[in-house]
């Protein structure tokens, strides 16, 4: 027989290499951050040329945990255009005939055949039949006056379908953003003026839909009641009175008195059971780059995020929701140029700018999932366009800075910090439990070489301080040996800049 010893230290050396591999980060920071991507038109395959298979496969690659899906009312029932309700339509049954749920049972199908976690929100505009004021209601989608029953019962409609596939929901998407002649809004009207003073119509009607659509939740898949965000604002667009005036406080954190009680329904404030706070912080609109202030006391954008901290505390103290829940980035990114005339964002300024987006983020411990929004590019360049990938499927050069992010940071002279994360190590980790990344850092006019071997934890990301000559002038990048995909990826170059920050105000 042979000895059996070495095959025993050979087992046990590799469960140490993956321990080791799996050391957390500072505890200061967020060393768990889950990575969201969200891109309906490209995994609904509704346009020619589109593979929703290949897509989910090559998000997967890519190392991203969550997909993001919004089930919208009348995209789920086409016919929105009817102003009264067809007798033989239930609302509540999933199974009643005018219903379509090809497009998202055939993603929530293939992203958990590839282990892709899923974040559903639950959201209008309806058909017209479901508004309160359907006279308002035009050709186009309606924003005006949901429903609250009605709304509810779709909600039903979507848990009883998807209950037990869903990891987590989140109720109606932007609330914030109401219509213009341009622009289709998602919920309107958004506030009125009165003698007491200004009411936030949108936070009141949210708080009704929120409500109805976690009762919706909490009966049919009880097991993710704990798992209802709430938010999902944008960060235009007064966000922070909205949210304020859905838990019954003014701007200033304190609750209604007199007529604006009354005016914001606000009679007995019960606390709502909320799973996180969902937020899309896009910087001017997805224009402006990591470190753009704005003069908006109201706005919510990336840098700005405090605001929601300390709406956060006062929310908890007033017992308007539980402490202690995350925040999560449930849509976020870019807009490049090529191909939006309007942005000024190189393609080699976006790579840059979505690294140190995350690494702003992972400096919040209350953080919990980072966002990117559209894996491809759509054609009409007056969307929105910040994908990985140019809309003919060319990458972009956030592609690989997207699997690999990079972030190098100056401490003083000779010393960096440095902050990578290889997002598709969760999935290849024991066929890479020896393939840890090389960190690379190459002197002025002098070739790169390996000088590290980074620890990464659960996520695969890692944060660490080095001190060399020179190492605050020369380039840095990540090699990676991928063997799941039998290649070598390389992250982008990076040089030492200043620390990224939250501003306080």
């Known amino acids: 027989m042979r000895n059996p010893k070495p095959l025993r230290t050979l087992v046990c050396a590799l469960l140490a290499l993956v321990a080791v591999l799996a050391l957390p980060v500072a505890a200061s920071a967020a060393p768990g951050q889950l990575s969201l991507l969200q891109d309906d038109a490209e995994l609904f395959g509704q346009r020619p040329g589109e593979d929703p298979v290949a897509a989910m496969e090559e998000i997967k690659e890519l190392g991203v945990d969550v997909i993001r899906t919004n089930v919208i009312f009348y995209r789920t029932y086409p016919n929105y255009t ?38 559903m929100t639950i959201t209008g505009p309806g058909p017209f039949w479901a508004s309160d004021t359907p006279g308002r209601c035009t050709n186009r989608p309606c924003p005006w006056n949901p429903n609250v029953k009605v709304f509810g019962e779709f909600a039903e409609a979507v848990v009883k379908r998807y209950q037990g596939q869903v990891d987590w929901y989140s109720i109606y998407n932007e609330p914030n953003i109401g219509s213009t002649s341009q622009t289709q809004g998602w919920l309107m009207p958004q506030a009125k003026r009165t003698r007491a003073g200004r009411v936030e119509t949108a936070g009141v009607t949210y708080r009704k839909l929120w409500r109805a659509g976690y009762q919706a939740v909490a009966k049919h898949d009880p097991a993710r009641r704990g798992r209802v965000l709430f938010g999902e604002v944008a960060a235009i667009s007064e966000p922070l009175p909205k949210l304020y005036a859905a838990l019954c406080l003014d701007r200033n954190g304190k609750p209604f008195k007199g007529a604006l009680r009354r005016a914001h329904e606000c009679g007995k404030v019960a606390r709502l059971p909320i799973g996180g706070w969902a937020i899309h912080p896009y910087n001017q609109g997805g224009f402006g780059p990591p470190n753009r202030k704005t003069a908006s006391k109201t706005a919510l954008p990336q840098q700005y995020i405090p605001r929601l901290h300390r709406l956060m505390k006062q929310a908890a103290a007033r017992k308007r929701v539980p402490g202690g829940k995350g925040i999560y980035v449930t849509e976020f990114g870019y807009q490049t140029n090529p191909p939006d005339r309007i942005s000024t964002i190189t393609p080699k300024k976006h790579a840059r700018y979505i690294n140190e987006s995350d690494r702003l983020f992972f400096g919040d411990p209350r953080v919990k999932m980072v966002s990117q929004y559209q894996l491809v590019d759509v054609q009409d360049v007056a969307e929105y366009n910040s994908g990985l990938r140019f809309a003919g499927g060319k990458e972009k050069a956030s592609y690989p800075a997207y699997r690999m992010p990079i972030v190098v940071t100056r401490r003083a002279a000779n010393s960096v910090e440095v902050y990578g994360q290889v997002r598709p190590a969760r999935q290849a980790r024991l066929l890479n439990a020896f393939a840890a990344p090389e960190l690379q850092f190459a002197p002025r006019g002098k070739p790169f070489r390996t000088v590290k071997r980074p620890r990464l934890n659960k996520v695969g990301i890692f944060r660490m301080n080095i001190r060399r000559a020179g190492a605050d002038k020369g380039r840095w990048r990540l090699k990676w040996n991928n063997t799941v995909i039998d290649a070598t990826s390389y992250s982008r170059v990076a040089t030492a800049g200043k620390p990224l920050r939250y501003y306080r105000n």
């Not at 339509?89 to 892709?116: C, E, H, M």
């Open 82 to 119: 009817e102003r009264s309700r067809p007798a033989n339509f239930d609302p509540s049954d999933p199974n009643s005939p005018g219903y379509q749920w090809f497009y998202t049972d055939r993603l929530v199908q293939l992203a958990k055949q590839n282990n892709i976690r899923i974040l």
